[in-house]
């Protein structure tokens, strides 16, 4: 079955600290898709990256960096040196074939980064 | 110019009534997507078209009814509303076809249902 978990329901920084966002899931497909997205206080869903299940290579993208562990099944989200700006509620989302493509998601974090 | 555009933004009704959410897509995605995100902020899908085809019903009861016209549209229509509806409903596409790789979905800008 399908799974997504996000145990960190808040997390509270001040600027400039790293953060680490968790996100473990389950699935029993060998080809499956990770996701995060970004909900800021004004309410729009964006999308941060993409992952296959065959690329565990970790990605950096400014500040932001994702480690992705299929040993541990997890997909975990860092952001070094926050922002007030980063306050917002990141999802984590899993889409695979046994689940029909449907993208299911975490129950989120929301993370306030304090000035 | 957007993307997934979706009206109303808010929708406030009272309890009993039936009223439609709308939602097109110019981005010529194959597959769109309903889905609802409660005061918790939990994002469970509803429904999702394939090409005007429905692939993807969720244990949604029975007063919620998408329509797909095209496969730029899907509308979704509450019947009978109740206190619970009362949620913000997010329309998405992808340009995911049947087998196809998963892509990311684009999101409307939700809509803010309130029952009272």
């Known amino acids: 079955a399908q799974k997504v978990t996000q145990a960190q329901t808040e997390i509270s920084v001040v600027e400039k600290e790293d953060v680490t966002l968790d996100c473990v899931y389950e699935?029993?497909?060998?080809?499956?898709?990770l996701f995060w997205y970004k909900q800021p206080p004004s309410g729009e869903l964006v999308f941060l990256i993409r992952r296959n299940s065959f690329d565990e290579q970790n990605e950096i993208s400014g500040r932001y960096s994702w480690n992705f562990q299929k040993s541990t099944s997890s997909f975990n989200f860092t952001i070094t040196a926050s922002q007030v700006v980063d306050s917002a509620v990141y999802f984590c989302a899993l889409s695979d074939s046994t689940g029909g493509f449907k993208t299911i998601f975490g129950a989120g974090t929301r993370l306030f980064v304090k000035a | 110019d957007t993307a997934v555009s979706q009206t109303p933004k808010y929708l406030v009704t009272q309890m009993g009534n039936d009223k439609s959410i709308k939602c097109e897509q110019n981005?010529?995605?194959?597959?769109m997507y309903w889905y609802k995100q409660d005061s918790k902020k939990f994002l469970k899908i509803m429904f999702s078209?394939?090409?005007?085809?429905?692939?993807i019903n969720e244990t949604v009861p029975n007063r919620f009814s998408p329509k797909s016209p095209d496969k730029a549209h899907l509308n979704l229509h509450i019947n009978s509303l109740e206190l619970g509806d009362s949620a913000v409903y997010f329309c998405a596409s992808s340009p995911m076809g049947q087998g196809a790789t998963n892509e990311k979905l684009f999101f409307g800008s939700g809509t803010q249902l309130s029952v009272l």
């Open positions: 078209y394939n090409n005007k085809e429905l692939i």
């Open positions: 981005l010529g995605h194959d597959t």
């Open positions: 699935t029993r497909d060998t080809t499956y898709y």
